[in-house]
């Protein structure tokens, strides 16, 4: 990329600095930044100098490909006002959710394209809480409500211990579920944050697993590694890891547990891996393609979501590396913290 020679009047340009939103000037061909004001430097975690030598995209883990980037900003410099929502990785390794508004501008007779970022993450969060409630409450509550009415209403004609097994099951399942709805509430009141030793986490969380299901190969390959996180990440990878169990036979059934620094991103890659059955498709939509389901249409289960919703929690994420009948691997990626 060559330097700009972009310029704004001194006026404008303290205009933009004065703004609450995150400015940036882009050319309408290449997508090159010419411009940036100090608020968008916060948002993106880059300082000027450098961030305006960027491509943007590449700071997307995921989010949008150079090629739609491009396709948005060729027509917002067509008079097609362009929003949307992306997610970018800052150099501390932490992913946060941002919206980007793009519009035309004209500057000394050439035309550019002038984007307005905020960062959203909290909103993204608070929206996730009130769906993951919503789809626990208008789902699963109802569900096992209906079982339970519809066994009732046999008691006349079928009264035996078949029955009343299936109607205490169901009730045993919807005290489960309203530890869901407390856990899932804690998750919003600003627990505190300390530094974890990730290798000592997952190895408790596998010892503890091993002695219950010894039949179960297990192995254990992580770095000496930490990141900052709240008692809601053992919660994430204790699911992540009970989901391999519950939902596969333990014959020949293999579960790896890895963590590894990637220092290109700043970041932790955990891995839960399994050699059982690949996960149902309404389940792994979400994690491969990285949306937010609204709701999860015919998913029985909440576990992957709430994990996901932890890990986005502390500004990282989940993805599903591999899902074939061979094997399976949930990853996880997450900012990683100085062990000093």
């Known amino acids: 990329m060559t330097e700009s020679t972009f310029t704004f009047d001194e006026e404008t340009a303290h205009f933009c600095s004065s703004l609450d939103v995150g400015i940036t000037i882009h050319d309408s061909e290449t997508g090159d930044i010419h411009y940036t004001n100090e608020h968008a430097e916060d948002i993106y975690g880059y300082s000027k100098r450098d961030l305006n030598k960027s491509n943007i995209v590449d700071i997307s883990p995921g989010s949008i490909s150079q090629s739609e980037f491009i396709k948005r900003l060729r027509a917002a410099a067509n008079g097609h006002s362009q929003q949307f929502e992306w997610r970018i990785r800052r150099p501390s390794g932490e992913i946060i959710w941002i919206e980007m508004r793009l519009s035309e501008l004209t500057v000394n007779e050439h035309s550019y394209v002038i984007a307005a970022i905020r960062d959203i993450s909290d909103h993204k969060m608070n929206l996730r809480y009130l769906r993951l409630m919503n789809r626990i409450v208008n789902h699963n509550f109802r569900n096992k409500l209906q079982i339970i009415q519809g066994s009732f ?34 998750l919003h009141r600003g627990q505190k944050d300390h530094k974890i030793n990730v290798r000592q986490l997952l190895g408790n969380i596998v010892t503890e697993y091993e002695n219950k299901y010894p039949e179960i190969s297990w192995e254990v390959d992580c770095e000496n590694v930490f990141i900052m996180g709240d008692t809601s990440l053992r919660r994430a990878f204790e699911e992540l890891i009970d989901n391999a169990v519950r939902h596969n036979s333990h014959d020949d059934l293999d579960i790896v547990v890895s963590a590894s620094e ?27 393609h990285s949306y937010d389901p609204d709701p999860l249409e015919d998913a029985e289960k909440v576990g ?37």
């Open 262 to 288: 990637n220092v290109a991103d700043q970041q932790i890659d955990i891995k839960v891996i399994d050699t059982g059955e690949p996960i149902p498709d309404v389940d792994a939509q979400p994690l491969i």
């Open 304 to 340: 992957l979501w709430e994990v996901q919703t932890i890990i986005n929690t502390h500004q990282g994420m989940l993805t599903l590396e591999e899902n074939s009948p061979e094997l399976t691997i949930l990853k996880v990626s997450l900012p990683l913290a100085d062990p000093q």
């Open 153 to 186: 209403n046999q008691m006349n004609t079928q009264t035996n211990d078949k029955l009343f097994n299936g109607i205490r099951r169901a009730i045993a399942e919807l005290v489960d579920l309203t530890n869901w709805v407390n856990a899932i509430t804690s």
